[in-house]
């Protein structure tokens, strides 16, 4: 379990927003994967990253029931949240009124295959007492990722030989221009707990509203943002297709 003092991470914890609305694959958090719900796979993954306590931030009462039928523990949120980063902020206020955890890491309900090094990484930017967010990228080798708008782009400036670099800016397209990397922002957050209140209280950004990326009110706020670089993208289940991999990945 991380705990440092002094070095920008004392009391992390994992917060897993989840919700039944999907329009590609209603009630995805319950979707079967081998026997096991796939919500329960994410939490699982975040058990094992043994970065901190694992809490879901559920929208609907069945997916309350589903964590708590696996050992985990969740918390009911408001079903109206626009974003998981409110529903996490909520939830966060319900699990610690006294204020313990200073860094909280935001998993996506959609990650059942998440590899904990994955997670464990996201926290190391926090190192640095400056950063008020730390995320993942993976440099882009393929040319459906760097033409896809979907696959959204980091700009960061990787010195030689580092993993850790500050992120630029955020595009759904090819930036930059010129040769060299390209990278593929991974959607795994470690806010500051300050920085999380800071970013939910925020109006939505210019930016933020023309590339529909909710990072960009974070740079446009001024907010700092590092990014760790890994190997590879995990695998996010949005489609029946998406699912039936994430079973394969998970075969017995």
Same mark, same amino acid.
């Given at each position: ?13 994992? &917060? ?60 009911? #949120?408001? $079903? ?24 909280? @890491? ?5 990650? $059942? !295959?998440?590899? $904990? ?17 730390? !995320? ?7 040319? +459906? ?16 030989? %580092? ?9 759904? !397209?090819?930036?930059? #221009?010129?040769?060299?990397? &390209? +990278?593929?922002?991974?959607?795994? +957050?470690? +806010? ?24 960009? %009110?974070? &740079? ?12 590879? @993208?995990?695998?996010?289940?949005? #489609? $029946? ?12």
């Amino acid at each position: 379990m991380v705990s440092s003092a002094g070095s920008g991470v004392r009391n992390p914890v994992v &917060l897993i927003p989840a919700r039944m609305a999907s329009t590609r694959l209603p009630n995805k958090p319950l979707a079967d994967i081998h026997g096991v719900p796939m919500i329960v796979h994410v939490w699982r993954r975040a058990m094992e990253a043994d970065i901190g306590p694992v809490v879901v931030a559920a929208a609907e009462p069945e997916i309350i029931a589903i964590v708590g039928d696996a050992g985990g523990r969740a918390v009911l #949120t408001d $079903p109206g949240h626009p974003s998981g980063s409110d529903r996490i902020h909520e939830a966060l206020g319900q699990i610690d009124p006294d204020r313990r955890h200073d860094v909280v @890491v935001n998993i996506q309900g959609d990650l $059942p !295959t998440l590899a $904990p090094d994955v997670v464990q990484a996201a926290l190391e930017p926090m190192i640095e007492p400056a950063v008020d967010i730390g !995320t993942l990228v993976a440099e882009i080798r393929t040319d +459906y990722e760097r033409e896809a708008s979907q696959v959204v782009k980091a700009v960061a400036g990787f010195a030689p030989g %580092r993993a850790i670099a500050r992120a630029l800016y955020f595009s759904r !397209t090819q930036v930059p #221009t010129g040769p060299g990397a &390209l +990278y593929h922002h991974i959607g795994l +957050y470690a +806010y500051r707990r300050a920085a999380l209140e800071r970013f939910v209280a925020l109006p939505p950004g210019v930016l933020e509203q023309r590339e529909r990326l909710e990072q960009l %009110r974070a &740079l446009e706020a001024g907010m700092r943002i590092d990014v760790r670089l890994v190997d590879t @993208v995990p695998l996010g289940v949005d #489609t $029946p297709d998406d699912l039936e991999e994430a079973r394969r990945r998970l075969a017995p």
